[in-house]
């Protein structure tokens, strides 16, 4: 199963990206649809999960208040919007599905933060 994630980029601190997952296979609506970040050097870790709706979101302390994932269930699009980005949100990211033992993952979108 193929998940894509567009929209990384080069960004200034202070600015905004926004990440774009889609499938050409699977309805993300009918799965937990979640963004993991990994730097260099680094662990993968979560940021952001939608279950249902957006009143279903959850979020990693670093990024709460300036990340907000959403879904599109017309698109079949999974977002994740980020403002106010920081040198430290510097990372690949990437989409990931999941319904009970299925587990799907993107190849990443490239995020810098940088001046």
């Known amino acids: 199963v193929q998940l894509v994630e567009v929209g990384g980029g080069l960004v200034q601190p202070g600015g905004s990206l926004k990440l774009s997952c889609v499938s050409p296979?699977?309805?993300?609506?009918?799965?937990?649809n979640e963004w993991y970040r990994q730097a260099p050097g680094k662990e993968r870790e979560w940021v952001a999960r939608?279950?249902?709706?957006?009143?279903?979101?959850e979020y990693a302390d670093s990024v709460t208040g300036r990340f907000t994932i959403s879904r599109d269930d017309a698109k079949n699009t999974v977002y994740l919007r980020m403002n106010s980005l920081k040198p430290e949100d510097t990372a690949v990211y990437f989409c990931?599905?999941?319904?009970?033992?299925?587990?799907?993952w993107g190849q990443g979108t490239q995020v810098t933060v940088s001046s």
């Open positions: 296979e699977i309805t993300l609506s009918n799965y937990i």
């Open positions: 939608i279950i249902t709706t957006a009143a279903s979101s």
């Open positions: 990931h599905a999941r319904k009970f033992s299925n587990n799907y």
